[in-house]
């Protein structure tokens, strides 16, 4: 129950300052452009519209959403300590683990609303400009949605961890910075290159390690 | 008498460094203690260790028969904590902050809100505590607080940043919850506030307890000099009175003024020859060691033996 109280303050937070407008802005705006831009060379006929859609949106997701999600989440502890919040909150009878969880809650909230909002309002546009849309492309659309919160309470929980191991804020932003770049961008892009490399096969951990790469891991996740 | 907090040899080391030392205090129901020491005296982390913010490297502390170091907090219920520096999210009004802690404390919220007017913040409730100056900021900490009808209370420098008049009714405020039945540990700079409203001072120094007692207790135990200040009509300039005992200790002020320092056991003694046979005095004042000269005094006597 506290947890639903600092939870519920989080997302009164977030409103306020404008962080689950901006977010959701980004995502609509972005899910919009990536809508009906990417649709253009595939023209309305032949692949179903909404499938082109998951795929670009998908891509979009695994750029934007760890970033999000630690952009809002590696201030929650640290930013709290620095400014002296987090004492006197916890002077109150709501245990730690009641904070952090409370917090996540509220994050993840902030979150899905954002990714639910942005991305229902392209599939939303896509109907409404007369798009034929059938079962499956709705389900693969819902489960692409499911999949980036996900991918979004993975990064929240990051970014927690960081924000309690880190001495400052700006530490907290800097590790959350370099972490996204890595994961999302190096990671990938490495791997990538060695698998090209390694055309013969002579190193075959490669191919086992593409499991742990984000951007095949949502597209199977979204396509399936 | 009810104990409402109990710290039994207490000793708190961060690292190396020892900020409490075997401290031990009990504090009962109804009781005002002034908790007194400059800055880096231990005040701050005995409050933490009360709260169950931080654990006690030894000893034992139970706050309102709680272990607040275990993690049992149903005793926070009924403690309210203002720490120095105060602060909250700035996003949110004075309004919504206080029904947020009212809410997590299961308090009714719009009792909480009436504690809002109560400390003056009724006016600048609905704005943002971003825009608040340090002194409204306090008021809203002060409020915080007092959700709940508290029976502990603990105030780390509570009045530091609030205007006269606003000090003036949060020692009443305060006041009556201590008559009511509340436990009230405060910290404090201001020391000359305390001396009157506080029933026991505790002060520390470098994380020891050097004096525990009533403001009369520790005048008894520094047996520090009473001051015995005298108008007299009819002197020289450096003239002292005839009728003083030669070696009392004595210094004219700003002209006409005679003070004196009487030990305890000379006061009478020294009043009665003041005012016998038709002395010249025209006015007396008898100023007692203040809190502040109390407080010198011992510290100072704490750090001879080092």
């Known amino acids: 129950m506290s947890a639903i109280i600092v939870a519920l303050k989080e997302i009164h937070q977030a409103v306020r300052n404008r962080w689950v407008l901006a977010a959701t802005l980004l995502l609509a705006g972005l899910a919009l452009s990536l809508t009906f831009l990417g649709s253009a060379p595939t023209g309305s006929v032949g692949v179903r519209a909404l499938d082109v859609v998951v795929v670009s949106l998908s891509s979009l997701t695994i750029l934007l959403i760890p970033l999000i999600a630690l952009l809002i989440s590696h201030d929650a502890i640290v930013g709290d300590m620095e400014r002296g919040t987090m004492l006197l909150l916890l002077s109150y009878p709501v245990a730690r683990w009641q904070v952090l969880l409370g917090k996540f809650l509220g994050h993840l909230a902030v979150l899905a609303f954002a990714t639910c909002l942005g991305y229902g309002l392209a599939a939303a546009a896509l109907m409404v400009t007369g798009s034929r849309v059938d079962n499956d492309s709705l389900v693969a659309f819902a489960a692409m949605i499911g999949s980036s919160v996900l991918l979004g309470a993975v990064f929240v929980a990051i970014g927690y961890l960081i924000s309690a191991l880190a001495r400052d804020r700006g530490t907290a932003a800097g590790v959350c910075i370099g972490l996204w770049l890595l994961l999302v961008l190096i990671y990938d892009m490495a791997l990538l290159g060695l698998l090209a490399l390694d055309q013969a096969a002579i190193f075959p951990p490669a191919s086992s390690m593409l499991c742990f790469c984000s951007i095949p891991l949502t597209s199977i996740g979204s396509s399936i | ?306």
């Not at chain 2, 105060?86 to 309004?95: E, I, N, P, Q």
């Not at chain 2, 608040?132 to 607080?145: E, V």
């Not at chain 2, 135990?221 to 020289?236: Q, W």
């Open chain 2, 1 to 306: 008498m009810t104990l409402t907090v109990r710290v039994a040899g207490v000793t708190k080391h961060y690292g190396r460094i020892a900020a409490v030392t075997d401290v031990s205090f009990d504090l009962a129901k109804s009781e005002m203690v002034a908790l007194i020491g400059h800055n880096g005296a231990g005040k701050t982390t005995l409050m933490k260790l009360m709260l169950g913010l931080i654990r006690c490297t030894r000893g034992s502390i139970e706050v309102l028969g709680d272990n607040p170091a275990a993690g049992q907090f149903a005793g926070r219920r009924h403690l309210g904590y203002l720490p120095e520096n105060v602060s909250f999210d700035a996003a949110l009004t004075g309004r919504e902050t206080q029904a947020f802690y009212a809410r997590l404390k299961r308090e009714p919220v719009a009792k909480a809100l009436e504690l809002l007017d109560m400390v003056g913040l009724g006016p600048a409730a609905a704005r943002r505590v971003g825009t608040y100056s340090k002194g409204m900021r306090q008021r809203l900490g002060l409020a915080q607080a007092l959700i709940g009808r508290p029976w502990v209370l603990l105030l780390d420098e509570p009045t530091t940043g609030l205007d006269p008049e606003l000090r003036q009714t949060f020692y009443e405020v305060i006041q009556r919850l201590a008559a009511e039945g509340t436990s009230v540990l405060l910290s404090s700079h201001a020391l000359t506030e305390l001396e009157e409203r506080a029933g026991r001072v505790i002060i520390m120094n470098h994380g020891i307890k050097v004096a525990d007692g009533s403001i009369e207790e520790l005048r008894r135990l520094a047996r520090l000099p009473t001051k015995i200040r005298l108008k007299v009509s009819g002197l020289e300039s450096d003239e002292m009175p005839a009728w003083l005992p030669s070696g009392a200790p004595c210094r004219r002020l700003n002209g006409h003024i005679v003070e004196i320092d009487a030990a305890p056991e000379q006061k009478i003694d020294l009043l009665h020859r003041a005012t016998a046979e038709g002395s010249s005095v025209e006015d007396l004042d008898v100023v007692p060691p203040s809190l502040d000269e109390l407080y010198a005094h011992f510290l100072k006597s704490t750090e001879m033996p080092r």
